[in-house]
């Protein structure tokens, strides 16, 4: 069974940092394409990164580019997406989720909260 | 890049059948068959409905179907149920900056 569990998510300020993990297991993490995807309150879906099986590709929305940064440690079986000078209007649930834009993200983990306030 | 354009909301009756449309460009939508749909109900993650257009993954009913016109794919749910109360979301590739991209998202209401 596909399971993606994600943590790290919490309060921060505004132009803090905060990394989210998320782990993977009941699948060969390092076969797949892995994705981050927010949704703010009351609002709809919004993809922010991919990163490729090997982890040599990367690709990120505008709205997070040269703030977020994706990786992956496929030893570990687990994703990441390290969130820097974070603003009020990050304030999303962030899921992680198996898959990309070509092949379909075809499993969600069930989310955390990231709240961005003073 | 803009989100896909999605009607706000759909409602329809048990047993009827109803069709949520996705508009974008030749960038995206209308470019490429990756195009996907996805359910959500509240508080829930996001379930994928469609893959590629047309395609149902294992386990998802075939009252579920995808088609694509031009830069409109649409989702078309018939013999509505109850359950089938949820936010409905396309999602399609884009040869933009921004790779993938999501639709503004529709509410579908079982009457």
């Known amino acids: 069974e596909v399971q993606l569990l994600e943590s790290g998510g919490g309060l921060v300020q505004p132009g803090g940092s905060l990394r989210l993990s998320c782990a993977a297991s009941?699948?060969?993490?390092?076969?797949?394409?892995m994705s981050w995807v927010r949704q703010a309150p009351g609002k709809g879906l919004e993809w922010l990164s991919t990163?490729?099986?090997?982890?040599?590709?990367?690709w990120y929305a505008d709205s997070v580019k040269g703030r977020f940064t994706i990786s992956r440690d496929n030893s570990k079986n687990t994703l990441y997406l390290q969130m820097n000078s974070l603003r009020a209007e990050d304030t999303a649930v962030y899921y992680c989720a198996k898959g990309d834009f070509w092949s379909g993200i075809d499993y969600w983990g069930q989310g955390t909260l990231v709240t961005v306030s003073s | 890049q803009s989100a896909l354009t999605q009607p706000a909301s759909v409602s329809g009756s048990p047993g009827q059948t109803i069709t949520i449309s996705c508009t974008g460009t030749s960038s995206d939508v209308g470019g490429y068959n990756y195009v996907f749909w996805f359910q959500q109900h509240p508080g829930k993650a996001p379930k994928l409905m469609i893959y590629e257009v047309s395609n149902r993954p294992s386990g998802v009913s075939n009252r579920f179907s995808g088609s694509k016109s031009g830069n409109t794919a649409s989702l078309t749910i018939s013999g509505l149920q109850a359950e089938d109360e949820a936010d409905y979301y396309c999602s399609s590739y884009t040869s933009s900056s921004t790779p993938y991209v999501f639709g503004t998202g529709t509410k579908v209401t079982v009457l």
């Open positions: 009941g699948f060969p993490l390092r076969s797949y394409a």
């Open positions: 990163i490729s099986g090997s982890g040599g590709s990367t």
